[in-house]
């Protein structure tokens, strides 16, 4: 497992936009053959899928509630995986976690037991 570090949390209002990013804590894990996802969990309520994005970037999902408005990409020079929010709105309230999918070369998944490393979360407030 590595250690993932999420960052560009940060309140907002309705409408407005904010980048999120993902990176291992250290320099010499590569996240670049594995499978990457966000999540998000707001109080009260579950942890919930919000996109993935496969190994090399070319296959790409989201949930219903995010489609036309978040889009993750990842920049494989950088070793990060960024989740870019637009539009945003109160229920997006939650924190946000980054999650590796432990098996290499994969698509991605909407599931979360099949990411096995999770960063600390970034908090997201939308406010009306």
């Known amino acids: 497992q590595v250690q993932l570090v999420e960052s560009g949390g940060g309140l907002v209002q309705t409408g407005g936009s904010l980048r999120l990013s993902c990176a291992a804590s250290t320099r010499a894990f590569t996240l670049n053959t594995y499978a990457m996802g966000w999540f998000r969990q707001a109080p009260g309520k579950e942890r919930e899928f919000v996109a993935s994005i496969s190994w090399n970037g070319v296959t790409t999902d989201y949930a219903d509630s995010v489609k036309g408005r978040f889009t993750i990409s990842r920049e494989f020079a950088k070793n990060t995986v960024y989740l870019q929010m637009n539009s945003l709105k109160p229920e997006d309230t939650a924190v946000y976690y980054c999650?590796?999918?432990?098996?290499?070369?994969?698509?991605?998944?909407?599931?979360?037991?099949?990411?096995?490393?999770w960063g600390q979360g970034t908090q997201v407030t939308v406010s009306s």
């Open positions: 999650a590796l999918d432990g098996v290499s070369y994969s698509a991605g998944s909407h599931s979360l037991d099949e990411y096995d490393s």
